[in-house]
């Protein structure tokens, strides 16, 4: 049988602890929680992440878990129909299924112990029932010496003669007594048979529960088995030797659906080595018949009604789990990527450099394609890898708005300047109070291709985590992040702890991050390049060369008229994410506040951290002229 590593740890408190570790492997950060009495309690991650730290200590002998739970639904890396079979990538797979298997032989363990208990009782029931039974014998005794005694008793009649009578009355009287005594002891009897009844059916359930627990547990110790042997062996490799390598998948060729693929050097044919399971329809009628696991997938909002919908494939990351952290080059070639679990090392393990002499720290996002429509007040949000149902690629990916590229890069972390040039980079404090314009020319220092953020970059950012969370409420679903006080600028690099990963709804007055995108909302607002509005007109360029304030015309397209709007809810947005009406909520809706008033105006993202519940993901401001600066705002990189 495997070893089954521990995952979790339960500890006592003192009333003045504080911080507990961690003693178990895991996948994500994210996967760590902590209860106190039963109840999940908030905290942060300490002494290198090897530590949970809660704000209160729990009191003292109050019972505190820190444990494991590893997302059972979605792999870490799901492979597309030819993509590489990348080997890291198979036996991180192979890592997740290992610690759901740990998990619910832990949780079988539990189960045991619960059913241990009920044994228990059951023996305890037939305990009393035993003590039952021996004093219905001692009731049963005691009536058959009370009727020797009667017997006794007429023997005497027959040698006293005068006190004969008297004897019969008190044989009879005794025999009377006897015979009360017997009645009890037959309801005593009674009570104790229904007794061992009902301690028999316990004890059968008992067992039965015992029996379905050891299964799971026999099943759980047969997947870690499984896959330790697979760890074992190693994950396979594709060779020219190996040609053709056998394999079992369900594809799509010639408009047909087929199954059972026995050879991957072979050109599809029916026969032997296929097997055909739909035959004469073409791959959209086919698809209707199965569920439909990848592909294209939108949002349905009506902003009237706030209700959401899910539309199409049921695997809602298929674009978002490739998005990853690297140090890119000047020329924006790619040095090297960063771990997928720790941005403090390179993937093969190593340590990386994040102060910039590698490179800026971005977050690579590749190209895909999506399509909005506007019925009435239902919006509709698709995006998908290939160009089908009239999907186009998005504006990100269109450099100076014609040529396609296939990724584009945006800011890991809130640019700093150094030595006069933007950067991304790790552990130092972000640069605010200088104008977009100045912003623009130290980002522009870097190289060609290199801006500070507009507004399709950002778009494209939004539009993923909307697809993903389903939800505008970014604070609720990855924390309200840096959103109270007056300590604007955090120093960069807090996410590295989960690398690619994305924070939780616990992650509030401090740092967050959507898939390697550090505080990309709260702490500060960042400048909006390509965007300005005039009387609460917005004009947007995807023109990089064209980026310059106060440009209303050329390569600048003219949106919808936005509200006047001060620290104001937005209810109504353009399928561009601006608002076009006020009178939502921090629950309900955007969710986010919008500022917008006349005259010549440059556009803000995010909020800062002195904004409350009014900044996150879809956070506005057009209220400010050219020249305005302050220390609540800076920007950030963006190269393609």
Not at 127 to 138: A, C, L, P, S
Not at 428 to 453: M, Y
Not at 590 to 602: F, I, N, S
Request: aromatic residues 10%.
């Amino acid at each position: 049988m495997a070893i089954i590593q521990d995952v979790y740890r339960m500890y006592v408190g003192d009333g003045v602890t504080t911080e507990f570790p961690i003693v178990f492997s895991l996948m994500r950060y994210a996967d760590v929680l902590v209860e106190v009495e039963g109840s999940p309690e908030p905290f942060t991650f300490s002494q290198g992440s090897n530590f949970v730290r809660l704000a209160v200590a729990p009191a003292d002998g109050a019972e505190v878990v820190v444990y494991r739970n590893t997302d059972a639904r979605n792999l870490v890396h799901a492979f597309q129909a030819g993509s590489p079979l990348v080997p890291r990538y198979l036996d991180e797979n192979f890592r997740q299924v290992l610690y759901v298997a740990q998990e619910v032989v832990t949780t079988s363990e539990k189960t045991l112990v619960t059913v241990d208990a009920a044994l228990q009782t059951a023996q305890d029931a037939l305990d009393v029932t035993t003590g039952y039974e021996v004093g219905i014998q001692q009731a049963v005794d005691a009536a058959i010496d009370a009727t020797d005694a009667a017997n006794a008793a007429m023997v005497a009649v027959n040698t006293v003669v005068d006190t004969a009578n008297q004897a019969a009355v008190d044989a009879g009287n005794a025999l009377s007594t006897a015979l009360g005594i017997a009645d009890t002891a037959d309801t005593a009897l009674n009570i104790a048979t229904a007794a061992e009844a009902d301690a028999s059916v316990a004890l059968s359930t008992a067992l039965g529960i015992a029996d379905t627990a050891a299964a799971a547990e026999f099943k759980a110790d047969a997947a870690v088995s499984s896959v330790s042997e697979l760890r074992i062996q190693g994950a396979a490799s594709w060779t020219a030797e190996d040609a053709p390598y056998p394999i079992k998948a369900q594809v799509y060729h010639n408009g047909k659906q087929w199954l059972a693929l026995r050879a991957n050097s072979v050109e599809p044919v029916e026969g032997d080595d296929w097997s055909e399971l739909v035959s004469q329809k073409v791959v959209t009628d086919a698809l209707a018949d199965f569920d439909i696991r990848t592909g294209p997938y939108g949002l349905r909002w009506n902003q009237e009604t706030d209700i959401y919908k899910e539309l199409g494939a049921t695997v809602r990351t298929q674009i978002q789990s490739k998005m990853r952290r690297c140090v890119l080059n000047s020329d924006g070639t790619v040095n090297y990527y960063l771990d997928p679990f720790d941005s403090t090392k390179k993937e093969d393990g190593s340590p990386a450099i994040l102060g910039g002499t590698d490179g800026n720290v971005m977050v690579e996002i590749p190209k895909f394609y999506y399509k909005h429509s506007l019925n009435g007040n239902v919006h509709e949000w698709w995006i998908g890898e290939e160009a089908v149902d009239g999907m186009q690629v998005h504006p990100y990916f269109l450099k100076d708005g014609v040529t396609e590229v296939d990724f584009a890069y945006y800011r890991a972390y809130e640019g700093s300047m150094q030595a006069g040039v933007l950067k991304s980079i790790s552990g130092v404090t972000p640069t605010r109070s200088i104008t977009r314009a100045a912003f623009r020319t130290a980002a522009r220092l870097n190289g060609p291709g290199w801006n500070i953020a507009h507004l399709h970059g950002i778009n494209a950012v939004r539009l993923l985590y909307l697809l993903e969370y389903n939800s505008f409420d970014s604070q609720s679903k990855l924390g309200a992040g840096n959103h109270t006080g007056s300590d604007h600028g955090m120093l960069t690099g807090q996410s590295n702890v989960i690398g690619n990963d994305s924070s939780g709804p616990l992650n509030n007055n401090t740092w967050m991050s959507y898939r390697g995108v550090e505080n990309f909302y709260a702490d500060i607002w960042e400048f909006i390049d390509g965007f300005n509005v005039n009387n609460r007109v917005p004009v947007v360029s995807n023109v990089e060369a064209d980026f310059a304030d106060a440009v209303y015309s050329g390569s600048y397209i003219e949106g919808t008229v936005m509200p006047s709007a001060s620290t104001s809810w937005i209810q109504k947005i353009t399928g561009d994410f601006l608002p076009t009406q006020v009178g939502g909520s921090s629950a309900t809706y955007v969710t986010d506040a919008c500022w917008a008033t006349t005259g010549e105006r440059l556009c803000l993202h995010g909020g800062a951290a002195d904004h409350g519940l009014s900044a996150g993901a879809f956070a506005l401001s057009a209220d400010n002229a050219f020249s305005y600066v302050l220390a609540n705002v800076g920007a950030g990189l963006s190269f393609r």
